[in-house]
């Protein structure tokens, strides 16, 4: 199976934070990997963007590092034409009008403002780019993620942002629904019939999901001790792939109409109390970040979406780095069957599962009951149904972050967080984070699959996680 390449118009593509961690470590790959595939047209530019003082050739020689994977020399040579290096100061706008001349030389493209910086620089960014008049009809910003860290700090960031862009501009970004697995959760539920009509109350008996991490702090020190595991993962990724499981299927394909739907899934999300959610720190995160913290690296509770379809299903969700291993993974546990007819010499009879394998080795296993072949009596064996992709289809799945990058310039929001829906994750989210200063999170061994609280979560509901 081939990819599919679709040229898209012609672009400036300005990166806010272009010496961060993001953009060298994400952002730049993300476009050197299109440019390699032939989707970016010739003319398309890229403005790199920092507060530090230094010429596009010192750029260059920095991001020579991170992109010389992706590239023959040919192509790198031609991707590092496409770069310019501008510095801007984003409190006091100096250098500014130099972002403004060189952007101005190609007023008719579309223009990408990407805020790959600390959420507290959104607002002065934007009110710069507004002063300077570059809020253009053609231009596009996009903000990264932490939209703020609360309710309250995420309106105001929403607020001074739509004072001069409106929302059709305005992208908000989670990488997760750029993962070519977590759009094919969209398809395998809405593209077959046979899922949907299980995927309810009737038919599951809970959902779990769980995103580990192997690594640490990976050097995010300052950023991550001031975000914690909730609000890193759990109140954007983790509630987008609670989202996807549980929305109805939306009318159409259409950017709103599923935008609709996910967001009446984080309406019904009802409050958390305190003993459904499990804060967990690894042995060793505060020696490695020189002081002492109460932040979680790891975060587990227990949900209830109050709807008819939901009700009374439990989803179960965690997430933590310096774990046994990188996995992401969604998990419909089915019910039982409603009557047992098998003789009780067979086996037990497991209940179906269905797991939605997000990384690494992307891809779906069905768990079923058949007979053990041969004779000798009826004797019952689980199986998996197992698929993965990379072995069926032999396509390496891009990063997330190529596909979202040039869904911007294209205008596609599908995949973007609309306001409202970061409002309802809030809404659900600030009264748990709200709690955190109330107690410490409670230790685990670094490399392990969490606290003990977090597998207690599951034993007194008679459940337990599927990796643990
Ligand atoms: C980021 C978080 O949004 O997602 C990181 O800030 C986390 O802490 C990362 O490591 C995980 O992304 P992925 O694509 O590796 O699952």
């Not at 709103?256 to 690894?282: F, N």
């Not at 546990?333 to 939605?356: K, S």
């Amino acid at each position: 199976m081939t990819a599919h390449t679709i040229p898209v118009a012609d672009f400036d593509y300005v990166v806010f934070g272009a010496t961060g961690d993001l953009a060298l470590r994400k952002l730049m790959p993300a476009l050197a990997a299109r440019d390699r595939d032939g989707q970016l047209p010739a003319s398309a530019r890229i403005l790199a963007v920092a507060r530090s003082s230094m010429d596009t050739a010192a750029y260059r020689a920095m991001l020579a590092e991170k992109v010389k994977e992706f590239h023959n020399a040919t192509l790198a040579a031609a991707f590092m034409e496409r770069i310019q290096y501008i510095a801007v100061d984003a409190k006091t706008g100096t250098g500014m009008d130099t972002l403004k001349t060189t952007l101005e030389s190609r007023s008719d493209c579309v223009r990408v403002y990407y805020l790959a910086v600390a959420p507290e620089l959104f607002v002065s960014i934007t009110e710069q780019l507004a002063k300077a008049g570059l809020n253009t009809p053609n231009a596009r910003i996009v903000l990264e993620k932490p939209i703020g860290h609360d309710a309250a700090s995420a309106k105001e960031i929403n607020d001074a942002v739509a004072t001069a862009f409106s929302e059709a501009q305005t992208y908000r970004i989670d990488h997760y629904l750029g993962k070519e697995t977590v759009q094919n959760l969209f398809v395998l539920r809405f593209g077959n019939a046979l899922f949907e009509p299980l995927m309810n109350r009737q038919y599951v008996d809970h959902v779990q999901i769980t995103v580990a991490e192997k690594v640490g702090l990976e050097g995010r020190h300052a950023y991550y001790d001031g975000a914690g595991a909730f609000r890193d993962m759990v109140q954007n990724h983790l509630m987008q792939l609670v989202c996807l499981t549980a929305m109805e299927p939306p009318q159409s394909f259409n950017a709103d109409a599923i935008r609709d739907e996910k967001l009446k899934v984080l309406r019904a999300l009802a409050p958390t109390p305190p003993e459904q959610c499990v804060r967990g720190q690894y042995a060793g995160y505060v020696s490695e970040l020189g002081k002492p913290s109460n932040t979680e690296t790891y975060a587990a509770l227990k949900l209830e979406i109050q709807n008819w379809r939901w009700a009374g299903v439990p989803f179960y969700l965690r997430t933590g780095k310096s774990m046994p291993e990188k996995v992401s993974e969604i998990v419909i546990q089915f019910r039982n069957v409603p009557h047992p007819i098998l003789p009780a010499e067979a086996g037990a009879v497991p209940a179906n599962r269905l797991v939605m394998r997000l990384q690494p080795n992307e891809g779906v296993r069905l768990g079923l009951t058949v007979k053990e072949p041969g004779p000798g009596g009826l004797r019952v064996l689980p199986v998996d149904l197992d698929m993965s992709f990379a072995e069926s289809f032999g396509v390496a799945q891009p990063e997330a972050y190529e596909r979202l990058l040039m869904d911007v310039v294209r205008g596609n929001q599908t995949l973007f967080m609309r306001r409202d829906e970061v409002d309802a994750a809030w809404a659900w989210a600030s009264p748990i984070a709200g709690r955190f200063t109330e107690k410490p999170p409670e230790p685990y061994f670094a490399q392990s699959w969490g606290p003990s609280a977090a597998s207690e979560l599951m034993t007194r509901d008679g459940r337990k996680w599927v990796q643990a």
